[in-house]
Structure formats: C-alpha cells, structure tokens
C-alpha cells in the first residue's frame, strides 16, 4: 500500500530532498523510463497492447516472460491475474508518474514468482543512496523489493506527493562497481507497483528512526515557541 509520511517530515525534509541530485549514471540507461518507442507486436494475440520491449523498455530485462512470451510487455494495459510488466503512458485512462512514460509491475495472483525488471550498470562512484519515485496497491501490505548485487536494499518514504511517494535507501558499499540493479513486485492480489525516476544520490537517506526523532523534535520545539509566545 502506498507509504505515508507525516507532514511535518515532508516540510522538514524538503531541504535534503531538494540537496539530492542525481550523479553521473554511468552505464545504467533509461532509469526515468522516457526513452520508449511504442510499437506493437502483431503477431501477439495480446495485439496491440502487447508491444516490443526492446523499444519499450531499452536497457532493461524483465520477468515473467511466460505471459506475453520473450519479446514482448504490455502498454497501457494490466494483467489482472498473471503476473506482468507493463509501461504506462498518458492516456488510456492511465497517467505516468512524472514525464510521459512509467513501468508498472504486478506480482500477480498466482503464486510465484512474481514479476521484475533489472538491469546492469556501473553504479556511480560517489553513490551514497538511491531514490525512486513510485506508488503501489497492496493487498495485505503488498511488497516491493529493490536489490543491487543482489543484496537487498532497505528503503523509507522521504516524502508524499498527490500520485507518488519518493523512496530511498542507501548503498554506500556499491560505489564504482558493476552491479545488476532489480525491482521486484511480490505475488500478491492487486500487487501493483508504478515506478519511475531512478537516480543514485551522493547524500546518505536519513535512517526511519533518525527521521522520527527529527520530526519529534520539530513538534518540541514549535511547542516550545508557542508556549512562550502565550
């Protein structure tokens, strides 16, 4: 389901939001998923939703391809039980995250293994963290899994917005190292996940604890002033 941040954290956070910039991205290719060219497969008897991923998707690979076969993902339509991998754009009664173009992953209700996308690159030298845009349907707290070299990278809200949520965690052991970067949607009902503008930060991601006490500390100190001001 989709995280929620308390709103004194979105305001106390918007300084180290806005200090994050994305460095140098190296080999990794399209992490804001913008670089699709839309053309469908008619041979497919999902024509046209079913359309090439290479075009789709450049520079990623994705999992199950049992659906739709090896060549193809979906566009602007969603699997309702298997799982699947589909790009959405605007229109067709679905609106990307930012810019004209995210990828959805649905974990699907039939048992594993769920479904991902992956792809490998050189992580930035001076990565400390990555960030991410997305928003999911859960059904009993569906799960979303980043891993990079296959270990699995423990993520937190940093702030809520009206269509998305930004995510982050930290990778400060991966800097300048070729690793495969994977999203994966768990096997769920209504396991949905919207994904868009991947970027490797140089700032570290305040840990969820350390977030509490900061917004702990906000509501203090505003209590603090109030109370002298009366």
Same mark, same amino acid.
């Given at each position: 389901?989709?995280?929620?941040?308390? #709103?004194?954290?979105?305001?106390?956070? #918007?300084?180290?939001? !806005?200090?994050?910039?994305?460095?140098?991205?190296?080999?990794?290719?399209?992490? /804001?998923? *913008?670089?699709?060219?839309?053309?469908?497969?008619? +041979?497919?008897?999902?024509? &046209?939703?079913?359309?090439?991923?290479?075009?789709?998707?450049?520079?990623? =690979?994705?999992?199950? =391809? @049992?659906?739709?076969? =090896?060549?193809?993902?979906?566009? /602007? @339509?969603?699997?309702?039980?298997?799982? !699947? %991998?589909?790009?959405?754009? $605007?229109?067709?009664?679905? =609106? #990307?995250? @930012?810019?004209?173009?995210?990828?959805?992953?649905?974990?699907?209700?039939?048992?594993? &293994?769920?479904?991902?996308?992956?792809?490998?690159?050189?992580?930035? %030298?001076?990565? @400390?963290s990555i960030l991410f845009e997305a928003q999911g349907v859960g059904s009993l707290g569906g799960?979303?899994?980043? +891993?990079?070299?296959?270990?699995?990278?423990?993520?937190?809200?940093?702030?809520?917005?009206?269509?998305?949520?930004?995510?982050?965690? $930290?990778? &400060?052991?991966?800097?300048?190292?070729? *690793?495969?970067?994977?999203?994966? #949607?768990?096997?769920?009902?209504?396991?949905?996940?919207?994904?868009?503008?991947?970027?490797? +930060? /140089? !700032?570290?991601?305040? *840990?969820?604890?350390?977030?509490?006490l900061s917004s702990l500390g906000a509501l203090l100190l505003g209590w603090r002033v109030l109370?002298?001001?009366?």
């Amino acid at each position: 389901m989709r995280a929620q941040t308390p #709103a004194l954290l979105v305001g106390g956070l #918007a300084l180290l939001v !806005s200090a994050f910039g994305a460095v140098g991205q190296g080999s990794f290719q399209n992490l /804001n998923f *913008e670089q699709a060219t839309i053309v469908s497969d008619p +041979s497919s008897p999902y024509y &046209p939703s079913a359309v090439y991923a290479s075009d789709a998707i450049p520079g990623w =690979t994705w999992t199950p =391809t @049992d659906i739709l076969g =090896t060549n193809d993902i979906l566009y /602007n @339509d969603v699997s309702l039980g298997a799982a !699947s %991998v589909s790009l959405l754009g $605007n229109g067709g009664g679905f =609106t #990307a995250i @930012d810019g004209a173009f995210s990828i959805s992953i649905y974990g699907g209700a039939n048992g594993p &293994p769920g479904a991902s996308i992956s792809q490998t690159g050189i992580v930035p %030298v001076s990565a @400390d963290s990555i960030l991410f845009e997305a928003q999911g349907v859960g059904s009993l707290g569906g799960v979303l899994l980043v +891993s990079l070299g296959g270990q699995n990278i423990l993520f937190s809200a940093i702030s809520t917005e009206p269509n998305y949520t930004l995510y982050g965690g $930290n990778i &400060p052991a991966f800097g300048g190292q070729s *690793e495969q970067l994977t999203f994966s #949607a768990l096997p769920g009902v209504n396991n949905y996940w919207e994904i868009d503008d991947i970027q490797f +930060s /140089n !700032s570290y991601v305040p *840990e969820p604890s350390t977030l509490a006490l900061s917004s702990l500390g906000a509501l203090l100190l505003g209590w603090r002033v109030l109370r002298r001001r009366r």
